[in-house]
C-alpha cells in the first residue's frame, strides 16, 4: 500500500492491515492505458490509485519497449489480490509484504513478489529536541495506538537506540514487548489523529504521515524514521505481486525493470507519495525470504 494514505495499513501496517476480511473479486473498473505493440503483449496491472502520475509515465515506457500495459483500477485494497488469483489480473502493485502474507495465509494462496517499488517512511517528530540522542533518558515519547501503526512505530523507535523490544521486535510488537529496564525512554499509546496535538507535551511522537502537517511540520522534520536497509523495514517495502508460476516471467521481469529505473515513473512516484517515498530495488529473493518470515509469522501469531 502506497503513500500517504495507506499509512494506517500494517498496515496499512500503512503503510498495510491485518484485518483479511477478503472481498470478493470485483468486477474491474478497467481502462486500457495506451497503445502499444500486438494484443498478444497486454498485460493488466490492478492498482488503487490509477490517476496517480507514475502511471501514464509507466505505460508510455512499456510501450517503447512493446509491451500494452493496461491499469485495471480498484476502489479498496481487498480486491486486487483476490482478482490476482481468480487470473483477471497479469500482476498487482498496491502493497507491502506485511498486507501480501495476510492474504496469503488467509486465503490460503501463493501469490508471490517479482519486484519492489518504494517505502514510504514512517518519521519520529520532536519540537522539543533537534535529534534523537538530545532525548533525555526518562521522557516519553508518543506512538499510534492502533495496532496496524504501533508495532511499525515501536521498530522505529528502537532502531533509534530509544527502546528494547523483548522479542526483538516484529510486525506484532505492541507496548507490552517494550522492556522497560533496557529502554531510554517510557512509550505511550495515544489516537492517531491526536498526536499533533500532544507534541509539545512529550519528548517526541511517532506521527503518521497523514498528520505531519497538521502538527506544522514537513516530512524533513523527521529526527528518526524507516531506514530502507534495516531488516526490520524491509516488511513494509511495496512490491509488485504475481501468480506463483509466473514468479520467472520475462515480459513481467521488464516490467519491474522499467518501473525502478525509468526517471519518469520515479518522478511520477515521488510526486504521487508527496515526496516522501523512498524508491528501492532490493532483490527479489530478499523479498521473499521476508514474505516467507511474515507469513510464518503471521500464522504463528494466529494459532
Given amino acids: 500500500m502506497s503513500r500517504r494514505r495507506t499509512t494506517s495499513v500494517i498496515a496499512a501496517l500503512a503503510a498495510v492491515p491485518l484485518f483479511f476480511s477478503l472481498a470478493a473479486c470485483a468486477t474491474p473498473a478497467a481502462d486500457a492505458g495506451s497503445s502499444a505493440s500486438t494484443a498478444d503483449e497486454v498485460v493488466k496491472i490492478g492498482v488503487v ?24 483500477d480498484f476502489g479498496s485494497y ?78 522505529v523507535l528502537q532502531s533509534a537506540g530509544l527502546i528494547e523490544l523483548k522479542s526483538g521486535g516484529t510486525i506484532f510488537s505492541d507496548l507490552s514487548d517494550v522492556d522497560t529496564d533496557k529502554s531510554k525512554v517510557q512509550v ?14 512529550v519528548a517526541a511522537a511517532i506521527i503518521n504521515n497523514d498528520f505531519v502537517q497538521d502538527a506544522g511540520l514537513t516530512f524533513e522534520d523527521a529526527i528518526a524514521q524507516d531506514d530502507p536497509n534495516d531488516p526490520n523495514a524491509l516488511p513494509y517495502v511495496n ?31 515521488a510526486e504521487a507519495s508527496g515526496f516522501t517515498g523512498v524508491s528501492l530495488q532490493v532483490p527479489v529473493a530478499d523479498l521473499n525470504a521476508s514474505l516467507k518470515k511474515v507469513e510464518a509469522d503471521t500464522k504463528a501469531h494466529k494459532g
Fill in 239 to 269: 512490491i509488485f505481486a504475481a501468480r506463483a508460476d509466473d514468479a520467472d516471467n520475462a515480459t513481467y521481469k521488464k516490467l519491474v525493470e522499467i518501473f525502478q529505473t525509468n526517471d519518469d515513473v520515479r518522478k511520477g512516484l
Fill in 188 to 201: 505511550t499509546a495515544l489516537e492517531a489523529a491526536l498526536i499533533p496535538t500532544a507534541l509539545p507535551d
Fill in 78 to 155: 481487498e480486491q486486487p489480490n483476490p482478482a490476482l488469483t481468480a487470473g483477471d489480473l497479469d500482476l498487482n502493485q498496491f502493497q507491502h509484504i506485511v498486507y501480501l502474507a495476510g492474504y496469503n495465509v488467509a486465503a490460503g494462496e501463493d501469490l508471490t513478489v517479482i519486484g519492489s517499488t518504494a517505502i514510504y517512511p514512517l518519521g519520529l517528530y520532536s519540537k522539543k529536541y533537534e535529534d534523537v540522542k538530545s532525548i533525555p533518558a526518562g521522557e516519553t515519547v508518543a506512538v499510534p495506538d492502533d495496532a496496524s501503526n504501533q508495532a511499525r512505530a515501536l521498530l
Fill in 49 to 72: 490509485g490509477k490517476s496517480d502520475p507514475q502511471w501514464p509515465a509507466f505505460i508510455d515506457a512499456a510501450a517503447a519497449e512493446g509491451i500494452t500495459v493496461e491499469i485495471v
